[in-house]
């Protein structure tokens, strides 16, 4: 079980205390399958979350399609305190941007966590794409136009000054930490608007945003609604159970992304599982799977700050070791897929990406070493796929995942917190799964 060492503020919830009967999964606990591994072809330059490294810490990804040009088509990634970077296809370093500095020494700073982008928003000079970036340090989304053109680097700053806190009243209440923490955007076929989900670190809170493009050139957003999962649950012999935290914390969202053509959203509650539910935060969540360590009862000791598990009642799923983070999709709505990572064994898991809503187990695999300076990934916090061409390095799409856990022998130093993210052909992963 992992540990997220912060208090929680108490918030509105629709759902959150609740305890439900879930839909029924599999009862039996299992160990973690075989799976198939698939080698890495780049990874970017290691990030080191020290002063020295500029508290560069690698978290999401999100692949922006240059359609004019495929083959020159960007990464952008988080890199929490250190900002946000930008990609090549090579993995090489496009461009680097900073987080926000803290307006006093007492704030806390800026600090990225996941990102998402829109293609095609509609602003008053036309159409543009973005990137969305969930601002933790300042409970804030962040907006940056992608211009490949632009001299400088591609991506440029035109979040609107006066946006507000997404959850925090003040900022006393933003240096609680308490903030934006998983994002995922998304469009509204029927309106044409555009939205972000962002979830709360520490709570089971959501909130949808409206982008809402300005005359002056910037974008901000407004809340639309708010929606908490639950953080209770009733166990198939009658108990309830709450994921073991820090006291006064309660199981957070963080990987979560939203299927464009029927606007469902995707949303991996850390130590619970993967929930599906309508973008909108209108109608009840599903949750679609489990983690193993579901129904696991725990302990925390605030000497080691880590839960001591008790014994395995066998309620969990088969299929992912907490913490489930890092959803993406890829394929068509009907015969496509979506993609969890499992922190707790460096897996990934395919589900099936039915129209009818269907979720069914497709398979999994693991990204592994090639050689002694490309190895794999392991404990993946991001991951994002694109299934278009995109030149001829990658001509059947591209997956880029994370490395929590950078040991390259070129990446890798003693006693320095080193992450990264790794490039995989997108073929070679539908091979290696079977699908």
Not at 305 to 312: K, L
Not at 392 to 412: F, I, K, M
Request: net charge negative.
């Amino acid at each position: 079980m992992r540990i997220h060492r912060s208090t929680r503020l108490a918030a509105g919830a629709a759902l959150g205390t609740a305890l439900l009967t879930l839909v029924p999964l599999s009862s039996a606990h299992a160990r973690p399958l075989p799976l198939p591994g698939v080698g890495a072809t780049a990874e970017t330059a290691p990030l080191h979350d020290d002063e020295a490294g500029g508290n560069a810490n690698a978290d999401d990804p999100a692949i922006w399609r240059d359609d004019a040009h495929p083959g020159r088509s960007l990464v952008v990634a988080t890199a929490k305190e250190g900002g946000l970077r930008v990609y090549g296809l090579d993995a090489s370093l496009v461009q680097s941007l900073p987080a926000p500095a803290p307006a006093t020494e007492d704030d806390a700073p800026g600090r990225f966590n996941n990102v998402d982008l829109v293609t095609g928003l509609r602003t008053p000079s036309g159409r543009a794409d973005v990137a969305v970036v969930s601002d933790r340090g300042n409970d804030r989304l962040r907006i940056y136009r992608i211009d490949p053109s632009r001299p400088g680097g591609p991506l440029r700053d035109v979040t609107d000054p006066a946006a507000a806190p997404v959850f925090s009243e003040d900022q006393a209440e933003i240096n609680e930490q308490r903030t934006a923490y998983g994002l995922a955007t998304w469009r509204d076929r029927a309106t044409g608007r555009s939205y972000a989900l962002v979830s709360r670190r520490n709570t089971t809170d959501l909130a949808l945003l409206e982008l809402r493009p300005t005359a002056a050139g910037t974008v901000g957003y407004r809340l639309v609604r708010t929606l908490s999962l639950p953080s209770s649950f009733r166990l198939p012999d009658g108990t309830s159970w709450t994921p073991c935290g820090e006291p006064g914390e309660l199981p957070q969202v963080e990987g979560m992304v939203v299927d464009p053509a029927d606007g469902t959203l995707y949303a991996g509650q850390e130590d619970v599982g993967i929930w599906r539910l309508p973008a909108t935060l209108k109608g009840r969540p599903v949750l679609m799977d489990k983690v193993r360590e579901y129904g696991v009862p725990g302990t925390y000791d605030p000497g080691t700050e880590e839960c001591v598990p008790g014994t395995d009642p066998g309620f969990g799923g088969r299929r992912l070791a907490a913490d489930v983070e890092g959803l993406t999709l890829f394929g068509r709505p009907g015969s496509g897929h979506l993609m969890a990572s499992g922190q707790g064994d460096d897996s990934f898991a395919l589900y099936g990406r039915g129209a009818s809503g269907g979720n069914a187990y497709e398979g999994g695999f693991r990204v592994t070493a090639v050689s002694a300076d490309l190895d794999g990934s392991e404990e993946c916090d991001g991951a994002a796929a694109l299934d278009e061409p995109l030149g001829a390095r990658y001509p059947h799409g591209l997956l880029v995942v994370q490395d929590g856990h950078e040991t390259s022998a070129s990446g890798s130093e003693e006693g320095r917190e080193t992450t990264g993210f790794k490039f995989v052909d997108l073929r070679a992963v539908t091979r290696a799964a079977g699908v």
